[in-house]
Structure formats: structure tokens, C-alpha cells
């Protein structure tokens, strides 16, 4: 038993130290912008020349959680992905001031890591954006800058909260919606019966930030209630655990700085909604959501798909995901990722 | 105003526990970020209590207050390389029967942060620099909680093992703060300490 011990306890201290596989990039850097350090990791191949660059959700998530075997592998193999931990998030750091806590900030953080990472890769690259629930609200405001995006290539949009206040609407119809026919079906009837009680006390036109923040708990809740969501593999014991004991984050700090940032970002989130500036985008982009997202409601993505400007646009909704399709459906998700990037780069 | 409140409490202190430590420890941030810690200690004052047990024994407790000055090396891949260098005063409760020991301490000092990383700045107009010992200036303060255990008393060893879990807090980072939970392991050492010829 203690030799178990002792053996476990060295296998996790070399995994926290340990390198990647064999990858043909494989990278750290700081990138600082206005007082923050920034970390950004570089990670996958430079055959194709292409690469993606993924925006954390959030505000107060870290990039490299996306790193799941079944989602990122794929994209390594082809594509160098890059990692990058926004301000106040992950394993960035820093010492400045709280009115840089602003989407405009971010905006600004986000253009001068393309310009770091395009200074150590090469011109010579095909970019494309990816953000994921706040990264879909963060890649559309940089995406409604014409010089921002016509650097890249592309632009894919997941289960991303570009209109706030749509969203806080959708949010509320989608949990009433498929909690009566739960209800009447007689499952899960406790939890359901509070979900929809709440949010029919609420006026749908006009949901404060902590009614929000209390949707958003039922809807991560209300994913785990229906059988028809696949749970994926990206949260096992053994990867929280090596997340708290042996991952490249400081756990403490990661939560500090996370719950922080979402708190000082969180008006301004609450505020953004983008919808009538869509049509600004004009290059060709992939909405992806989950059909039981109640998070981000798909009528989001439908939402996207009639106001973007641009006549090269997709939306695919995967049948059995919530919020994270990555996770819940990897393969079909990835597939449609690397095809939608194979026929624009 | 801390100092002089130990000050006056008393200073009764056993030769013994005069000799400056030298004390190395594992630190480990979430047990498994490794880093060291380095530090020495002074018995500023010392209380001793006495209390009366059955059949006339008694129970003899020391309350120690021993001011300590530390440095800490801890590492997280990708993160930092932070050194922590800071002053700490232990509340101690001492066994002399025993040597072993109850520590409480609270501390504050100066923490730099070395990003773990090569580090490039990017300015307004896209110009791009390296910066050299790219980190940040902090100030921490933390707690700590353990045992310990004296051999220089019991068995004339210069000698004394701790264990201890701390936490530490940080600032400013990130327009709030950080934290780190540290475990600590490690030895003491007594230089000065020479071995009693009463014996045999």
C-alpha cells in the first residue's frame, strides 16, 4: 500500500513536470499587453501551414481546458492550435488596473497575441478563430473590426453568446419549455418543478445579471437532467485530479483570478448584443452548437446565421450535446471543424 | 506593537532553545508543485505553564513566540518561479517532555514572480520586445499550521522534523489576488548546539 502510494505520488510530480508528446510545435510564451502576461501555448503542426486559435469561455475560463484528447488531438495532428489565457484568466498574470477589464480590452489583448504568435510562426499562415460561449461573444467583437478580420480566414463560432439579452430570453423560454414536458413526463419532478417555477417569476425583457447567473446555474443543471445529453469523457476524476494536482495552472490562483475576472467582466457581458452588427463579418464562418444547450440557446446560432454578412456560413447542431459539444460528441465535431478549415484555408 | 506585547509577556526561555536552526524544507503548493523553503528562528519569549493533574502530577506546557525569517522557492510549470522573503512569528506550544511541538504562525513579506516562460511585450502599435526577468512584485501575507518535534532537549541531537500546511496570499494579481496552498516537510539543524557531558 505504501509503495502504491509513493508510486502514485512520483507518477503525478513527472507528469507535472513532464513534456507533451511529440508535437512539431510546441511552445510557451507571455504575451504582456497593457500589464497583463498573458500565457499563450503553441501546440500541433506547421505541415499545413493553417492555424486555429482558440478563445476560452468564460470570463474566467482558461484555454488549455479545451485540450481534450478527443477534441485537440485531431486539430494538433493538422493545424498548430494556439492556447491563450485572456487576461485575468488561467495562468495569466499581472498588476494593473480593473477598467481593463473591458470587452474592448480584450479585443485589443486578443489582435496583439495573433500579431506575437504571427511573429514567431511567419506570415505565411491561414488563421482561424475559434470561440466557445463568452469566446463566441469576445470572436465576434473582433470579428466586427474589418482589419482584424480580414487576417483570418475563417471564423467558428461555438454555442456563443453574442446577443446577452437574446440569450437571457432564450434561456428562460428553452428551461420553461422543456421542463413542463419533463414535468409532465414525470422526470426528475423536484428539480424540474424549481427550474421553471423560477424562471417564470421572471420578465423575460428585462433579466438582471444575478437572475442571469441564477439561469446560467440551471442550465448547466438542466443539461444533466435530460438522458438524450451525451456526457462526455472531458471531465473524469483522474483529469481533475491531475488538474488540481499536477496541471500547468496554479488551482488557487486559476480560481481567484477566474471567478474575479467574471465578476468584472460580467456587466459588460450582460450589455453586448451583437446581433445588428453580424453583418460586419463578411469572411466565411461555422456556427456549431448543442441542441440541449440552455446555455446558449441554438436559436443563438440561428440568430447568427441570419444576420452575418457573409453568404459562406453554416450552422450544425449536434442532436445529443448541451453546452460542450466537444465533449459530448468529439468526432462529428472535429470532422466538421477540420472540413469547414480544409475548405478555406 | 506585535514585538512588544511578546516582549512583556516573559522571557524565561531554556538555554537550549537559543541555538539559530538552519531549516530546510519541501514546499509544495497543492502538495505536488515542488519548491524549498529556507528559514531560521529565534525563542523571542517564552511562558511556561504549569497545571495540576490527578495524583499530583503536572502538566507543563511552554508558549513559545519565536520570530522566524524565511525564504521560499516554489515552481509551477508555465507559471511562475516565485520567491517569497518573509518575516513569520510563530505561536508555538512547546512538550518539553517530549519536544513536540504545536506551531501557528502568521507571516507577511516581499514575493517576486518570474513568469515561467519567455516573455514578449506588445505594444500599441504592434512593435514587439522581449523582456528580460519578465514578473511581478507582490506583497504576501499567510498562515500556517503543524507540528514539530525537538530531539536537542530528549535526546541531545541537534536535530528538530516539522510538518505544516499553509496558505498564502498574494498581491495584487490580476486586479485581485492569488492564493497557495502549501505543504511543508523538512528538518531543522542546531550549529551552534553542543552536547551536554552530564551523561553516564
Not at chain 1, 469523457?233 to 471567478?259: C, D, E, H, R, V
Not at chain 1, 447568427?304 to 447542431?317: P, Q
Not at chain 2, 512583556?8 to 508543485?33: C, E, F, K, R, W
Not at chain 2, 528562528?41 to 522566524?68: A, C, D, M, T
Request: hydrophobic share 35%.
Amino acid at each position: 500500500m505504501r509503495n502504491s502510494i509513493i508510486i502514485f505520488i512520483l507518477a503525478v510530480v513527472f507528469f507535472a513536470c513532464g513534456k507533451d508528446k511529440n508535437l512539431d510545435v510546441n511552445e510557451h510564451y507571455f504575451v504582456r499587453s497593457n500589464g497583463a502576461d498573458m500565457s499563450v501555448w503553441l501546440k500541433g503542426s506547421k505541415a499545413n501551414k493553417t492555424v486555429i486559435f482558440i478563445v476560452h469561455g468564460g470570463p474566467g475560463g482558461s484555454a488549455m481546458d479545451y485540450r481534450m484528447p478527443s477534441f485537440t488531438d485531431p486539430l494538433e495532428e493538422k493545424y498548430v492550435v494556439v492556447y491563450w489565457d485572456q487576461r485575468g484568466s488561467g495562468a495569466s498574470m499581472g498588476n494593473y488596473d480593473t477598467t481593463l477589464f473591458s470587452i474592448p480590452q480584450y479585443v485589443e489583448d486578443l489582435y496583439k497575441v495573433k500579431k506575437f504568435v504571427e511573429s514567431e510562426l511567419g506570415t505565411d499562415y491561414s488563421w482561424f478563430l475559434y470561440g466557445h460561449s463568452w469566446g463566441g461573444l469576445l470572436g465576434s467583437s473582433f470579428m466586427l473590426n474589418e482589419q482584424y478580420q480580414q487576417e483570418f480566414s475563417g471564423w467558428i463560432e461555438s454555442d456563443g453568446a453574442h446577443n446577452m439579452p437574446l440569450l437571457n430570453a432564450l434561456e428562460r423560454n428553452m428551461l420553461i419549455y422543456y421542463g413542463r414536458q419533463e414535468l409532465m413526463a414525470g422526470n426528475n419532478k423536484e428539480r424540474w418543478k424549481e427550474i421553471v417555477e423560477y424562471c417564470e417569476s421572471l420578465d423575460s425583457v428585462n433579466i438582471d445579471m444575478y437572475e442571469s447567473a441564477q439561469m446560467n446555474k440551471y442550465s448547466y443543471e438542466a443539461e444533466g437532467l435530460l438522458d438524450s445529453v451525451y456526457v462526455g469523457n472531458g471531465m473524469t476524476p483522474g483529469f481533475a485530479l491531475k488538474y488540481l494536482l499536477a496541471s500547468q495552472y496554479a488551482p488557487i490562483s486559476n480560481w481567484i483570478s477566474n471567478t474575479w475576472t467574471n465578476i468584472m467582466l460580467r456587466e459588460d457581458v450582460e450589455e453586448s448584443a451583437l446581433s445588428n452588427q453580424l453583418y460586419k463579418i463578411k469572411i466565411p464562418t461555422l456556427l456549431l452548437w448543442g441542441k440541449y444547450d440552455f446555455v446558449t440557446p441554438p436559436e443563438l446560432g440561428y440568430d447568427a446565421l441570419n444576420n452575418l454578412g457573409t453568404e459562406d456560413k453554416y450552422l450544425i447542431i449536434y442532436e445529443n450535446s448541451g453546452h460542450a459539444p466537444m465533449d459530448a460528441q468529439p468526432v462529428e465535431y472535429v470532422t466538421d471543424i477540420i472540413n469547414f478549415i480544409e475548405s478555406y484555408r | 506593537m506585535l514585538l512588544g506585547f511578546i516582549v512583556s509577556v516573559n522571557a524565561q526561555i531554556d538555554s537550549t532553545q537559543q541555538y539559530l536552526p538552519i531549516t530546510i524544507s519541501y514546499y509544495g503548493d497543492l502538495y505536488t508543485h515542488p519548491g524549498l523553503k529556507l528559514s531560521t528562528e529565534y525563542v523571542l519569549g517564552e511562558r511556561v505553564i504549569e497545571k495540576k493533574r490527578s495524583k499530583g502530577r503536572v502538566k507543563v506546557r511552554h508558549k513559545q513566540y519565536v520570530p522566524k525569517l524565511s525564504l521560499t522557492y516554489t515552481h509551477h510549470a508555465a507559471y511562475y518561479n516565485a520567491f517569497l522573503l518573509g518575516g513569520e512569528m510563530n505561536f508555538r506550544k512547546l512538550k518539553p517532555s517530549s519536544g513536540f511541538r504545536v506551531d501557528k504562525i502568521l507571516g507577511m513579506g516581499y514575493m517576486r514572480a518570474f513568469n515561467a516562460g519567455k516573455t514578449y511585450e506588445v505594444d500599441d502599435n504592434m512593435n514587439i520586445s522581449k523582456v528580460p526577468l519578465a514578473g511581478h512584485n507582490q506583497f504576501f501575507m499567510s498562515f500556517a499550521f503543524g507540528f514539530s518535534k525537538l530531539f536537542v532537549e530528549t535526546k541531545q541531537i541537534p536535530l528538530a522534523w516539522h510538518i505544516r500546511q499553509s496558505f498564502t496570499v498574494y498581491m495584487p494579481n490580476n486586479g485581485a489576488f492569488g492564493g497557495i496552498l502549501g505543504f511543508e516537510v523538512g528538518v531543522s539543524y542546531f550549529p551552534t548546539f553542543k552536547k551536554k557531558n552530564n551523561e553516564k
